[in-house]
């Protein structure tokens, strides 16, 4: 079965700060790949998500990922946080079959002043 | 605007009561999905629509019951079997796209207190 690791459970950067946040997935074949984010209290948003193409995609609020089969990874990166960007971060993978997500146990991100 | 309406935000039951939570979609999205949510768990699945009236068991569906009427609608029971039923509910919509792929739009959820 599919699986996904996200190997951070809380992260603090500096606001201005670069931020890379990890995801490895467990899957035979090429999964699609999502990133959420979750303010407290809220349901998930959708930052980007990978299908197939280019392995570099962009998504919403200046958020980008980097698909590399090679090392099962679906790393999500920004390269200068704002304070409003602390949240938690969720990845997600879809194997294409029963329509199910499988999601990784989060990232919180804080940031500081 | 279309969008996931979740009712209630906060519902409070007492042990032994079967409680019903509400979830309404104007998307016209054919899947509909019901997640679990604790702290340091990450999303469980629950349980899962892909058509009107059919229906599958998710990850952890013991204590929780759906039904799938219409199209917009898929109500989550949680039922007095469910020994641990405290946490945060999120419902979720989908409509498979080009290859398959499943793009999940989610509600503002329900967050459920057992007293």
């Known amino acids: 079965a599919q699986s996904v690791t996200q190997p951070d459970i809380h992260i603090t950067v500096s606001e201005g700060a670069s931020l890379e946040l990890r995801c490895n997935y467990s899957?035979?074949?090429?999964?699609?790949l999502f990133w959420y984010v979750q303010s407290p209290g809220q349901g998930l948003q959708l930052l980007l998500k990978y299908f197939s193409g280019d392995t570099l995609v962009q998504g919403i609020k200046g958020f980008e990922a980097e698909f590399k089969r090679s090392q099962s990874s679906f790393n999500l990166r920004k390269p200068s946080v704002h304070w409003s960007d602390a949240a938690e971060y969720f990845c997600?993978?879809?194997?294409?079959?029963?329509?199910?997500?499988?999601f990784g146990t989060g990232t919180r991100l804080q940031v500081t002043l | 605007d279309g969008g996931i309406t979740q009712s209630p935000k906060y519902l409070f039951r007492k042990e032994g009561q079967n409680v019903t939570l509400s979830c309404e979609q104007n998307l016209n999205h054919d899947a509909m999905y019901w997640y679990r949510q604790d702290p340091g768990q990450g999303l469980r699945l629950i349980y899962y629509?892909?058509?009107?009236?059919?229906?599958q068991k998710g990850d952890i569906a013991e204590g929780y019951s759906v039904s799938r009427e219409k199209k917009e609608s898929f109500p989550l029971t949680v039922t007095s079997a469910q020994k641990n039923p405290t946490a945060f509910y999120l419902c979720?919509?989908?409509?498979?796209?080009?290859?398959?792929?499943?793009?999940?739009?989610f509600g503002p959820g329900t967050r459920l207190t057992v007293l």
């Open positions: 899957y035979g074949a090429t999964p699609y």
């Open positions: 997600a993978v879809d194997t294409g079959t029963a329509s199910k997500l499988t």
């Open positions: 629509s892909q058509i009107v009236n059919d229906f």
């Open positions: 979720a919509s989908s409509r498979p796209g080009t290859g398959g792929y499943n793009e999940q739009f």
